[in-house]
Antibody, heavy 116, light 111 residues
């Protein structure tokens, strides 16, 4: 069965970076895009960006451009999202989700807490 | 502020029908498909409707989606207690290439 398994919760100080992993399984990795969506505490969903399976194509919401990098290791079918220069407003649950237009499968979420 | 607009909450008695609206613009809903996600507290979202009105396998036919112009709606008929959750509409916006947009979410309460 299709699974997206994310890395565990992280705590970071403002100004630092965090890297979240998303281990995929149960499908052909090369056939599907992976998106990143975040949700601040008590808030709604916010689309961050997507990456093509071979990492050659990516796109991000304007507010994240220059601050986020998405990469993949196809040998272990894992996608990584690194967010830099963290602020308190980046505290959120970060989800990876499979799909090009709609997201059929989601990871369980990774809580990133930014606190001084 | 979300690009898409949804009511913050709707409610209904068991067995009733509730409808959640999602309003956008020509550049998003008017030009692209609409998707709906269901989310329970502490859980990841789940795809409920894709391509305006299609249900993934396993989604009960009590859930139905529609779209007209720059608006879309999700209807839940025969409301059940387990339908109490947050519902988000989503689409893509042509104004910025590759930009996904979500509505602010609607909390459904079963009275």
């Amino acid at each position: 069965q299709v699974q997206l398994l994310q890395s565990g919760a992280e705590v970071r100080q403002p100004g630092t970076s965090v890297k979240v992993s998303c281990k995929t399984s149960g499908y052909t990795f090369d056939n599907f895009h992976v998106n990143w969506v975040r949700q601040a505490p008590g808030q709604g969903l916010e689309w961050m960006g997507w990456m093509s399976p071979n990492s050659e194509n990516t796109d991000f919401a304007e507010k994240f451009r220059g601050r986020v990098t998405v990469t993949s290791d196809t040998s272990i079918t894992t996608v990584y999202m690194e967010l830099r220069n963290l602020t308190l407003e980046d505290t959120a649950v970060y989800y990876c989700a499979r799909g090009r237009s709609y997201f059929s499968y989601w990871g369980q979420g990774t809580l990133v807490t930014v606190s001084s | 502020q979300s690009v898409l607009t949804q009511p913050s909450s709707v409610s209904g008695a068991p067995g009733q029908k509730v409808t959640i609206s999602c309003s956008g613009r020509t550049s998003n809903i008017g030009s692209n498909y609409v998707y709906w996600y269901q989310q329970f507290p502490g859980m990841a979202p789940k795809l409920l409707i894709y391509n305006n009105d299609q249900r993934p396998s396993g989604v009960p036919d009590r859930f139905s989606g529609s779209k007209s112009g720059t608006s879309a709606s999700l209807a839940i008929s025969g409301l059940q207690s387990e339908d109490e959750a947050d519902y988000y509409c989503a689409s893509w916006d042509d104004n910025v290439v590759g930009r996904g947009v979500f509505g602010p979410g609607t909390q459904v309460t079963v009275l």
